[in-house]
């Protein structure tokens, strides 16, 4: 559906503080909600578009965002992915990543490892800054933004190169298949991370939340730092001291 509305009309509407909806995050949403309620009706939802007729509780809990990256898909920048990962207990035990764009597809079950279109992936095995290539994307409030400024004159010069990519959940499934090696964003919402969460776990990598506390998904809007893992400590000292 995403692939077939990329070169049309899009219907974007203000959800709150530089922040959208389109009209196809709504639809994604509901065909999620639908196939998955069609096979698993005692299911509930954690999902990004704000919908009345979701339940909200089960024995399983899918936490979906079904459009993530609406501003690059909004303005038809290429980097754009659904994220849904499923909850039990209030542990994140399967997720999935899906590029519609590039048709990639990273999942993962706990305890069996990460994949990228069926193949096994792991994070890179980069060590020391020279080499390494730092994803991140920007909050949206100026107390988070000065906070990821401040985190890139503190590390910024240490590492090759530094990306945005306007794609919380894509960078971290990038992350998880050795593409990028740290990702850093200030805020975020458990259907950001959820399914790359365990993507990065699966994959051999960190991630925490920014402050280096465990990440679980009832800390919405916390800071995220993903790595590979070789010097996690090292970096999380550096850019949030």
């Excluded at 519609?100 to 999942?107: G, I």
């Excluded at 994070?123 to 920007?138: K, L, N």
């Excluded at 699966?202 to 402050?211: N, R």
């Amino acid at each position: 559906m995403l692939r077939e509305k990329w070169s049309q009309p899009r219907q974007t509407t203000s959800k709150g503080f530089r922040d959208i909806v389109t009209d196809s995050d709504f639809a994604s949403q509901q065909i999620i909600a639908e196939t998955i309620l069609s096979r698993f009706p005692d299911h509930g939802f954690l999902a990004e578009e704000e919908d009345s007729k979701l339940p909200t509780s089960g024995p399983v809990i899918w936490i979906v965002d079904p459009i993530d990256g609406t501003t690059n898909f909004s303005r038809e920048i290429p980097a754009v992915c659904i994220s849904i990962g499923a909850m039990v207990a209030d542990q994140i035990v399967a997720g999935v990543v899906y590029d519609p764009l590039r048709d990639e597809l990273f999942h993962a079950a706990r305890g069996h490892g990460a994949f990228l279109n069926g193949k096994p992936i792991a994070v890179s095995t980069v060590t020391g800054g020279e080499a390494t290539i730092w994803g991140m994307d920007f909050a949206r409030t100026r107390a988070e933004r000065q906070l990821l400024f401040e985190a890139i004159l503190r590390y910024g010069h240490e590492v090759r190169s530094i990306r945005g990519i306007g794609a919380a959940a894509l960078g971290l499934a990038w992350l998880a298949a050795g593409r990028i090696d740290i990702y850093l964003n200030f805020t975020l919402s458990a259907w950001d991370v959820a399914a790359a969460h365990l993507l990065i776990e699966e994959a051999g990598g960190t991630i925490t939340c920014a402050d280096g506390t465990p990440w679980t998904p009832a800390q919405s809007k916390r800071g995220i730092l993903a790595s590979n893992g070789q010097e996690h400590a090292t970096i999380r000292q550096q850019i949030n001291p």
